[in-house]
């Protein structure tokens, strides 16, 4: 089935010890986003692709950075986590012009230690 | 800037029966549209429905239905007959910019007991 996979599902690190988070998608959709979701609250948007075009939200921190290297792919890197960034993150995909729905994968949960 | 309200933290009904989820939003651009999630304690977020603001009639899916109030800026979920799957968290959305970014309010707890 066509979905999106979030890799690992469970990411323990170590304060400042640099942690990347991986995406993929079978959906061949233009659009990927990535939201985190810290303990009781909404998801919030970090940044997002329009195809190969990367658009940061104005608060995301400097200290999360995102690659992109094919359709298929997206990663968020973690460059020095800190307590605070421990967090579900998920991935979402979508396509323009082709419904409204976003995709979203299972989630990948850091914790930080 | 575009807001949604929801202001429930957690509701409690029982097996069977109806249940409806607020959501209120608020936004100046007349295109938009309405999401609601279902967030389980796995963590995925599940689509449940869609409402666009020119859409004419509620949406439905199966047991969920969209209260649709433009005028009262509020787009409430109504699930019938609820079943204990249904324990999870609910989050309404709203798309935002040409990327259709979603802006999520706070989410509602739901909880149905036997």
């Known amino acids: 089935d066509a979905m999106v996979i979030q890799n690992p599902r469970y990411q323990v690190t170590q304060f400042g010890k640099p942690v990347t988070l991986s995406c993929s998608q079978t959906l061949n959709h233009n659009v990927m986003y990535w939201y985190q979701q810290k303990s009781s609250q909404a998801p919030k948007l970090l940044f997002h692709?329009?195809?190969?075009?990367?658009?940061n939200e104005a608060d995301t921190p400097d200290n999360f950075q995102s690659r992109r290297p094919n359709t298929s792919f997206c990663f968020l890197d973690i460059r020095s986590p800190g307590l605070g960034d421990a967090a579900m993150y998920l991935c979402?995909?979508?396509?323009?012009?082709?419904?409204?729905?976003?995709?979203f994968g299972p989630g990948t949960r850091l914790t930080v230690l | 800037a575009q807001k949604i309200t929801q202001t429930q933290p957690g509701m409690f009904v029982q097996e069977k029966e109806a249940v409806t989820l607020d959501c209120t939003y608020d936004?100046?651009?007349?295109?938009?549209?309405l999401f609601w999630y279902k967030q389980p304690s796995s963590g995925e977020m599940i689509f449940l429905i869609y409402q666009g603001s020119y859409d004419q009639q509620n949406a439905t899916e199966g047991r969920y239905s969209l209260n649709f109030q433009k005028a009262r800026k509020s787009a409430n979920l109504v699930i019938s007959a609820s079943q204990l799957g249904d324990s999870a968290m609910y989050f309404c959305?709203?798309?935002?910019?040409?990327?259709?970014?979603?802006?999520f309010g706070t989410g509602t707890r739901l909880q149905v007991f036997p």
């Open positions: 959305a709203m798309r935002e910019g040409r990327a259709d970014k979603l802006i």
């Open positions: 936004t100046s651009d007349p295109s938009y549209g």
């Open positions: 979402a995909t979508r396509r323009e012009r082709e419904g409204n729905e976003q995709f």
């Open positions: 692709y329009y195809d190969k075009d990367f658009n």
